[in-house]
């Protein structure tokens, strides 16, 4: 199983549990259409599990491939300070993984054509 892989989808967190309802259907989603991918959540505050918590228990379970992805919008000061040294802290304490961070997801360009296409429904006007 060392060849396995997993994405944690990593969110701000919130008191509200409703909140995590969006990642919730992303990771349900992301299960459906990747049967074989191990999709956990994780959150910075507020919800749990933390980050450690999920990368621990991915390793632990014989996971050596972990891609991070940040579901937020832009690259705050949390993905710019917070997020990348708890990778760094998890990739010194389970240094036979390969854990990787990707951009948050609100900067990718499909990501953002389907929220201007979303905006464009609302506004009364077509992207046709």
């Known amino acids: 199983m060392s060849e396995a892989h997993a994405v944690v989808l990593f969110g701000h967190g919130a008191r509200d549990p409703e909140w995590a309802r969006p990642m919730q259907r992303t990771r349900d989603h992301l299960r459906a259409q990747a049967p074989g991918l191990r999709v956990e959540l994780a959150f910075l505050e ?5 980050l450690e918590e999920v990368i621990d228990t991915l390793v632990r ?14 690259q705050g000061g949390h993905l710019k300070s917070d997020l990348p040294k708890l990778v760094d802290a998890a990739r010194a304490r389970h240094a036979g993984s390969e854990i990787t961070l990707a951009p948050a997801v609100g900067e990718a360009d499909g990501v953002v054509a389907a929220m201007a296409d979303y905006a464009l429904g609302f506004g009364g006007v077509s992207s046709d």
């Open 46 to 50: 507020f919800m749990a599990p933390t």
């Open 61 to 74: 379970d014989g996971i050596r491939h972990i891609a991070v992805v940040p579901m937020f919008i832009a």
